[in-house]
């Protein structure tokens, strides 16, 4: 089955800085890779996900790169804001389940 | 639309307890996952369906059985409650085939004693 790596599990950055997440996954035939945000006590929340047909896509100021040859994806935030603060898991699937990341946890301080 | 509901949000059990964990949505999503969260190890799969009268296993599918009965419902049962099932329970749903999104329900804070 599809094995996610996450890293680094703990981020801390100042306010505006840029935080960079990275993830490998295992299984070739993956060819989806969703983004989620989740806050203490909520649900997980999707704030973007790429197709493998992509190698990189931006919604404002967060971006996702994907290379399919060395498996592995990437979260970019620029200009940190403190609501940015919480856990982002990345996530992996070719069919029905996703495999997730076993998470970071994201503080920005002011 | 509700979107993804699930009852109850908080559950105290004693062990060797069993009770079922409600799950439903009205997106007419044809897939359904549960999953359990615990500190630090992600979001781990239960059991997941692709349609009515369609279940399977997950990642750590031990002491908990699920149906689906309807495209709407996914119930998800602990037969003999143990403290190692003390979690977070997520329930999730997506259309399926190349539409991968997933929606997740609140979540269901389950404590073991």
């Known amino acids: 089955g599809e094995n996610v790596e996450q890293h680094p599990s703990t981020l801390s950055v100042q306010e505006g800085d840029s935080a960079v997440i990275k993830c490998t996954y295992s299984d070739s035939a993956s060819n989806y890779f969703p983004w989620y945000k989740q806050e203490l006590g909520k649900r997980p929340q999707l704030i973007i996900d790429i197709r493998s047909n992509v190698g990189e896509k931006k919604d404002q100021r967060i971006a996702v790169t994907l290379n399919k040859t060395a498996k592995h994806f990437s979260l970019h935030i620029t200009e940190t804001q403190p609501e940015d603060s919480a856990v982002y898991f990345c996530?992996?699937?070719?069919?029905?389940?996703?495999?997730f990341g076993k998470g970071t946890m994201l503080l920005v301080s002011p | 639309n509700a979107g993804v509901t699930q009852t109850p949000k908080f559950q105290v059990l004693k062990t060797g307890q069993s009770m079922t964990l409600q799950c439903a949505q009205d997106m007419n999503h044809e897939y359904m996952s549960w999953y359990r969260q615990d500190p630090g190890m992600g979001l781990r799969l239960i059991h997941y369906?692709?349609?009515?009268?369609?279940?399977d296993q997950g990642e750590v599918p031990n002491g908990y059985n699920v149906s689906r009965s309807t495209t709407e419902d996914f119930p998800l049962r602990l037969l003999s409650a143990a403290p190692s099932q003390t979690s977070v329970y997520f329930c999730?749903?997506?259309?399926?085939?190349?539409?991968?999104?997933?929606?997740f329900g609140p979540g269901t804070r389950l404590t073991v004693l």
């Open positions: 369906s692709v349609g009515a009268g369609i279940t």
């Open positions: 999730a749903s997506s259309l399926g085939g190349s539409n991968n999104e997933q929606f």
């Open positions: 996530a992996a699937t070719g069919y029905s389940t996703l495999t």
